[in-house]
């Protein structure tokens, strides 16, 4: 399976998610320019961590206009996976590949810390190797990360089964105490209405190596492997 | 040589005008017999430029040749952007640690953000991916709402700034006394990774090169920030807020990777930041190193406002800037490489034969110096030394006689308050703002003794460590020098690492005063002696001098950035105790020493006393011993004993990682002769405290290697808390209880008090 990871002028995290699939799980990864409108043959797509654009205007707001947007929204609408993970889930938002936004923290603090996250959907393409409650470790690094949405979204995500992971304690319970950034029922990830497309705030990418004290994130990458879209 | 004439609406040159440019008479005198003639507004705004104490090291360069740089490992040394040393594999590594002092002083947020900004700079310009930073900050008492105000704005700044280029911040130091009431301490650390072939230097060779202005366009931000950094602060300083420049991460990301796409694409010669004194310095540093003449026209220089003089465009501080020598004829591949990262590059000079720095505006010349005169020329001051009397009154203090407290009897309340005193508590507030993770390198992060980086591709990692007690300096300048470089060294060596390189930021008051000079004179003895002690040459350095507030001097504050290499990855010991059962051994000795510790200043409000020894022979053995045991494959962790003293340390060990708290049962008895306070809390140095399974090879290995050890207890489960018996009492409390105290307590502060911006008149700023 071929990994594409897009490089916006301002992310950071394109190393750690390309490391993460070639390092990781040994499978073929390459970086595409975002000035580019060639995906290069790649199965999964990832929209990285970082910066793009410095956040200018708001995180995302920018980057969604980058030629290679195109091809990513045409890559998603055909039902094939886009991983899209920190500022590429805000990326992902503004492109409208998932609904809802993510706003500044609630602590209006930027936070880097080890979190844990409960496995809400076990189902998807994203999430298969989990197992459903399962309590998961794994950074998080934002200042915008805050997911919110309207009501009715928000019932939808929940009815449907489409949020992938919440902040829970370590014992795998939910309260507001374990709720990092204050998002809408302590939603940390969340899939498109396909299944295809998974944004997430906490960084699978960096929990994938054992030196690095977690292997967590390692499960969303195992759950591509185990078949691509139909 | 070419005419040089005023430019129409020059000021006169008046002794009035030189002295606004902080030159002396004699400085002057100075420039006139290089020039044979009055220099004109814009040749004198270059030299003020240069020749300020920021960039001329006028008054430390003399005492810094004193230190030892080289050492079997050193690729670079002083004189250029970064230090440069090997680690092995063909790695190596390039860091650097800067102050950014009088801009966070007054604009802390802006101030620290572009401290982070410029040191990043000075390390990708040599052609290294930067992979950490670190940051040493110091600030007044957490009581004043102006010190909450400027903790909280830097801490902010380092962040937004590290974390939008994507370096992820990993470990540091942030020490509160109110000897930094209004003058905090910002000194910013970069480390980076390059393969020793792809090193680059800020030197301009050949004649006909083309020199590039790189990045973003030139303001009118940042006008003699330089010289604002080479005086005192005081109440006028604030009117000076607009020398502090204003930084863009974005743009420095964009330039990162640009720069380091130009390095290796081969169409450059050199490449230097535009730092302090901009594009002055830069150019003429650049010239200076390559013995060639330059020529810079300020015409072409892209700027973003209209009606810009060559005085402002050559010393405009605006961030973000790069000068850049191509190849001739390479010039059309260095803009298509800048314009991929959406960014300029405009050819603003060229390298030439005739020995002379010459400015030009279009055809007119406006400034000319012969040869790298600039350079060279500067004056070096040696200025009186002498120990202050106040300095000899507290080190002469008896603070053994200091009288307890009613509290004191119990030595748990004291335990309780050191844990909670800002400068020991947990400093996680502020680095959980701080993206530690990002680039998948960060084994151990913030927190520990030491940060561990792996390096990919090896089975190597490398640790770094800030540290610098100020208290110990301003008692005994020179025993505190030598603390700050073996405790940073204990601190790598307590993750694994052999001490390798230093880099050092001195941060101390005005130097024409003959104590503080004195101060700078022996702390740079006192770091002289360590390194060469522990074989850690300094590869880099930087100077902040007049580190002064209305209340007047900082402590001296010599700030040692320590490299330390790894040479296997199952080597890295982490700083918290693992294993129920192990046993907890003490390497090192007690003493009856308080002089200088971290229990006077925050139990009886006290600095005095003389500082802890350093016995240099004994602080190297005891690292040989402790990286014999850990290679060995007998220690579970490693954790130096310092700020605090011993109790202090073993609460750290069972309760700093909240989520794997454990308990300990200690048994000091063997001290019984020595008063309990300084048994608990004396800052001996010398010590570290391991825990292993095997504690009799850790006995063996530290008796073979002359190091006093013995084993002190046992590591227990988190319900039976921290006990220590000592002087014949048992102090006993409840890890989650030690934990509450040490993890709370800043948290507690920020997020409940207010900050204010505002002067406070306690702080004597206004009186």
Redo the contacts between chains.
Sequence with gaps: MKFGIVTF?????D??AF??AADAIGEESVYLWHKDHDLKDCDVIILP???S????LRPGAIARFSPIMNEVVAHARRGAPVLAICNGFQVACEAGLLPGALLRNASL?????VVTMRVENASSMFTREYFKGQVLSI?V?H?DGRYTADSDVIARLEGEGRVAFRYCS?AGTISSEDNVNGAVNGIAGILNDAGNVLGMMP?P??A??P???TTDGLGVFHSLLGGVIA | MSEVLPRPGDPEITPALVREHGLTQSEFERIRNMLGRTPTFTELGIVSALWNEHCSYKHSRNTLRTLPTEGAAVIQGPGENAGVVAIGDGVAIAFKIESHNHPSAIEPYQGAATGVGGILRDVFTMGARPIAMLNSLRFGSLDSARNRYLFAGVVKGIGDYGNSVGVPTVAGEIVFDPAYDGNPLVNAMCVGMLREDELIRAKAEGIGNPILCVGARTGRDGIHGASFASEDLSEASEAKRPRVQVGDPFTEKLLLEASLELIRSGHIVAIQDMGAAGLTSSSAEMAARGDVGVTIDTSRVPVRETGMTPYEILLSESQERMLVVALAGHEQQVREILFKWDLTAEVIGKVIEEPVYRVTEGDRVVAEFPGSALVTECPRYDVPAEEGREAIARRGIDVGATEERAEESDATWTLLQLLAAPTIASKRWAYQQYDSTVRTNTVIGPGGDAAVLRIRGTNRAIALKTDCNGRYVTLDPRVGGRIAVVESARNVACTGARPLAITNCLNFGNPTRPEVFFQFREAVAGIREACIALDTPVTVGNVSFYNESPTGSVHPTPVIGMLGVIDSLEHITRSTFRNVGDAIVLLGDCTDELGGSEYLATIHGAIGGAPPACDLEHERNLITALLEAIRAGVVASAHDCSDGGLAIAVAECIMAERNSMLGADIDLGAWDSLPLRAVLFGEAQGRVIVSSGAADQVLEIAARNGVPARIIGTVTEVGEGLAIRAGGKLLKVGTEQVAAAYHESIPRIMDAAPQSAAIEETEGVTV
């Design positions: 002028p301002g992310s950071n995290g190393y750690d490391h993460a961590g970082g910066f654009y410095g956040d200018y603090r930027f936070v880097s810390r950074p690094a200042g370590p960084h990418e960096r994938a190596d030196i690095l004290g």
